[in-house]
């Protein structure tokens, strides 16, 4: 079953902005908060992090 992608990107621009609000954190527990949070992996995490910041594509 596909995901629909404007899910995709709300959970991107989320996790983006859980990181960067909690940045004084060490990443390690940041993602292991997510994984709980989002029920994903975090590899998926790691992944969504190291991509572009979110921007408004249409």
């Known amino acids: 079953m596909r995901k629909n992608h ?3 990107e709300k959970r ?8 960067c609000e909690n940045h004084h954190k060490q990443m390690k527990t940041v993602v292991t908060e997510l994984s709980e949070r989002l ?3 975090e ?5 969504i992090i190291k991509e572009e910041p979110y921007t408004d594509k249409v």
């Open 39 to 41: 029920f994903v992996t």
């Open 6 to 8: 404007k899910l995709l």
């Open 12 to 19: 991107r621009k989320f996790v983006q902005e859980y990181v």
């Open 43 to 47: 590899r998926t995490i790691y992944r």
